[in-house]
């Protein structure tokens, strides 16, 4: 176990450094940021000293050592916008879209696992239909848009809900259920194919043929097996969910990452916008991880080979 620990580790740093060195560039190759931070009307000497300020005039292997350098030690750099440091601003945010997050996987995963052992028990039946229906609904209809309906139908006709802010758990219902519903058909339709290729494994009709329940059959021996991809999809679709929070958090106005991304976006602020980046792929690549070691728990022949 402990070498299938640093194998995973040391893939995960490769990963890190990669997407690092990736976001670094991307943000450079949009264009001259120091032009972007002076604005319009701003003069020749206005952007130089700009540009020297913030050191982009040096070569991009030395800002990016830098940059990567203080990064290593928690220092993202400071604001151009809000004149305070990076660091200060997502952590004052990070909650929100972590919350937000995790009760929208907690949603999706609420939803789909039970649908989909269901769908696998009863293939082609009404309850299957259904599940389908909902998976090809929930890939068919835009996130803003099911958030803008939610709002119009739980805030606006039934005001059972707060359809903006983030005064208490009620105001991360909404945006949680429009959030996670996106993920819920992949992880549905995935644990409906694991739970029928696992129902006709051999290990399962033994089960069944030395007498025990099918509860526990079904829970125990199945479930348990079926549900190892939808361990490391639900990992994925958790990074998919805080990066894609940008639009959702927008729409309740939740003071999230995704809702600070986009301020900083409209005010050209890219050392906010690079250390989002940063902060987010790393969560991504730490949960991945996670769901990695999480299933050669479950599946010992995963540490094994």
């Not at 051999?202 to 059959?217: C, N, P």
């Not at 991304?261 to 980046?277: C, E, H, P």
Request: aromatic residues 10%; glycine residues 8%.
């Amino acid at each position: 176990m402990l070498g299938f620990l640093l194998k995973r580790a040391a893939l995960a740093l490769a990963v890190a450094v990669t997407v690092s060195i990736i976001s670094f560039l991307l943000l450079r190759a949009s264009g001259d940021i120091a032009v972007a931070v002076a604005g319009e009307g701003a003069t020749e000497a206005d952007i130089e000293a700009i540009r020297i300020q913030f050191g982009f005039d040096r070569p991009l292997i030395v800002q990016y050592f830098e940059w990567a350098g203080n990064a290593l030690t928690g220092d993202l750099g400071q604001s151009v916008y809000f004149r305070v440091p990076v660091v200060e601003l997502i952590g004052e945010r990070m909650p929100v879209t972590m919350g937000l997050g995790a009760l929208a996987l907690v949603f999706a995963v609420a939803l789909s696992i039970p649908l989909g052992v269901a769908a696998a028990l009863r293939p082609n039946s009404i309850i299957d239909r259904l599940s389908l229906w909902i998976a090809v609904l929930g890939q068919a209809m835009p996130s803003f848009w099911f958030a803008l309906l939610l709002m119009l139908v739980m805030g606006v006709w039934w005001r059972w809900l707060p359809i903006s802010g983030a005064g208490g758990f009620d105001h991360y219902i909404m945006p949680a259920i429009a959030l996670g519903y996106y993920a819920t058909p992949a992880i549905m339709r995935l644990t409906r194919a694991g739970m029928i290729e696992v129902l006709e494994s051999d290990y399962i009709r033994t089960a069944h043929a030395k007498g025990l329940g099918t509860g526990k059959v079904l829970f125990k021996h199945a479930l348990r097996n079926a549900v190892i991809p939808v361990v490391s999809l639900a990992a994925v679709q958790f990074g998919f969910m805080l990066s894609g929070s940008i639009v959702i958090e927008s729409i309740f106005a939740l003071p999230g990452v995704g809702h600070l991304a986009w301020i900083s976006l409209q005010r050209s602020d890219f050392t906010v916008v690079q250390g989002i980046v940063l902060m987010l792929s790393v969560i991504y690549i730490l949960m991945a991880l996670v769901a990695d070691l999480f299933n050669a728990w479950l599946d010992p022949r995963i540490r094994v080979a």
